[in-house]
């Protein structure tokens, strides 16, 4: 998908989302749906969203069925990936995903024994590329 047709559709989710918020008929099956279709355009492995919540520290967060977290970053179209164990964010990169998914391991997966000096767990990546903490103050 191009460029401009993602920021497209990530546009649409934006305004859908809105228009439930505004109307006052949001609930949280909508807002469920309109956080997967987020995920969804942007490649995010999630096969079902459980719940949205917003929190003061990091925003509206999206649980997965896999027990993984994602910060809605709707402005920026752009998803952010809470590490189960220290709880930073980190910016959802697809590449990254494909070649070292060990990174973005859902909570019931990842152990702190399993842990590696550089990876997301010690703020940097396999390979010699760093991850992209997200600032989160809202």
Same mark, same amino acid.
């Given at each position: 998908?191009?460029?401009?047709?993602?920021?497209?559709?990530?546009?649409?989710?934006? !305004?859908?989302?809105?228009?439930?918020?505004?109307?006052?008929?949001? &609930?949280?099956?909508?807002?469920?749906? *309109?956080?997967?279709? !987020?995920?969804?355009?942007?490649?995010? @492995?999630?096969?079902?969203?459980?719940? *949205? /919540?917003?929190? /003061? &520290?990091?925003?509206?967060?999206?649980?997965?069925? /896999?027990?993984?977290?994602?910060?809605?970053?709707?402005?920026?179209?752009?998803?952010? !990936?809470?590490?189960?164990?220290?709880r930073? =964010? $980190?910016?959802?990169?697809?590449?990254? $995903?494909?070649s070292?998914?060990?990174? $973005?391991? =859902?909570?019931?997966?990842?152990?702190? &024994?399993?842990?590696?000096?550089?990876?997301?767990?010690?703020?940097?990546?396999?390979?010699?590329?760093? =991850?992209? @903490?997200? =600032?989160?103050?809202?």
């Amino acid at each position: 998908m191009g460029h401009a047709m993602q920021k497209q559709e990530i546009l649409r989710a934006l !305004f859908a989302l809105g228009a439930l918020v505004i109307s006052g008929g949001a &609930n949280s099956q909508d807002i469920r749906g *309109v956080a997967q279709q !987020f995920l969804q355009r942007l490649s995010v @492995p999630c096969l079902s969203v459980l719940k *949205v /919540d917003h929190t /003061d &520290n990091l925003g509206e967060v999206a649980t997965c069925q /896999d027990g993984r977290e994602w910060i809605l970053l709707w402005v920026e179209g752009e998803i952010a !990936f809470v590490h189960p164990w220290t709880r930073e =964010a $980190y910016k959802w990169d697809r590449e990254v $995903y494909m070649s070292h998914s060990e990174i $973005y391991l =859902a909570p019931k997966q990842a152990t702190p &024994n399993k842990t590696q000096k550089g990876d997301a767990h010690h703020g940097g990546m396999p390979g010699g590329r760093e =991850a992209s @903490p997200v =600032a989160t103050s809202q």
